[in-house]
């Protein structure tokens, strides 16, 4: 079983409208997580930290939930430059050392 | 701005060479890592170095050796290459007072081994 595990998509979203897709991890020890962006033929980059009480930045929501192992990502009023490839990250202990996800692709469409 | 800069976007070997992945950073960061990925399985950690002369093995180090002679270069060695190292090749670095889980990622290298 992979430790980080994503529906790899692609989820197909109108302009405008919200998506939302989960990650899951199997190491209940798992401490610190992140939603990563990764474009086509770029490299990934952080998008946001995910908190245990869940937290925004702009249109994008990441929720924690340790009891089910599991974390979200929400995109609301997609952008068609939110296209992209939405990687799940998690570590285990305090560090610099990351376990990804397969990642999540999304299509904004108009 | 941080820049991470891998030494080929394109490289094409054939099965035995010996392949050198170069990666330099030209921020200072303590910490470099070398990633592969695939589809399907991710970005898998390879190896990674705290300082100069260390390295450490990540989730997947057979077939691969690493060097850090210099803080800002990071080399990824593959001494005999194999059709199954046919991969994209994302180097990382990040410091040890930055932003919480942030590494910064080379451009890539797309590697096939023939």
């Known amino acids: 079983r992979k430790e980080v595990e994503q529906d790899p998509g692609p989820f197909n979203v109108p302009e405008g409208a919200t998506v939302a897709f989960n990650c899951t991890y199997s190491?209940?020890?798992?401490?610190?997580f992140f939603w990563y962006r990764q474009d086509c033929r770029k490299e990934p980059k952080l998008l946001m930290s995910v908190y245990s009480s869940g937290n925004e930045d702009g249109r994008f929501t990441a929720q924690l939930n340790r009891a089910s192992q599991y974390i979200s990502l929400l995109i609301r009023d997609s952008k068609l430059s939110d296209s992209a490839t939405y990687l799940c990250?998690?570590?285990?202990?305090?560090?610099?050392?990351?376990?990804f996800g397969g990642g999540t692709r999304v299509l904004v469409k108009p | 701005d941080v820049k991470v800069t891998q030494s080929s976007r394109y490289l094409v070997k054939r099965t035995g060479e010996k392949v050198f992945l170069e990666c330099v950073q030209d921020?200072?960061?303590?910490?470099m890592f070398w990633y592969r990925q695939d589809p399907g399985l991710g970005l898998r950690l390879i190896y990674f170095s705290y300082d100069v002369k260390m390295k450490e093995k990540g989730d997947i180090p057979e077939g691969y050796s690493v060097s850090r002679e210099k803080k800002e270069r990071f080399s990824l060695i593959l001494e005999s290459a194999s059709t199954n190292q046919t991969s994209m090749y994302l180097c990382?670095?990040?410091?040890?007072?930055?932003?919480?889980?942030?590494?910064?990622f080379g451009p890539g290298t797309r590697l096939t081994v023939l």
């Open positions: 990382a670095s990040t410091t040890v007072g930055g932003r919480y889980g942030e590494q910064f």
């Open positions: 921020m200072d960061h303590e910490n």
């Open positions: 190491n209940s020890a798992s401490q610190s």
């Open positions: 990250v998690v570590t285990k202990a305090a560090g610099n050392k990351l376990t």
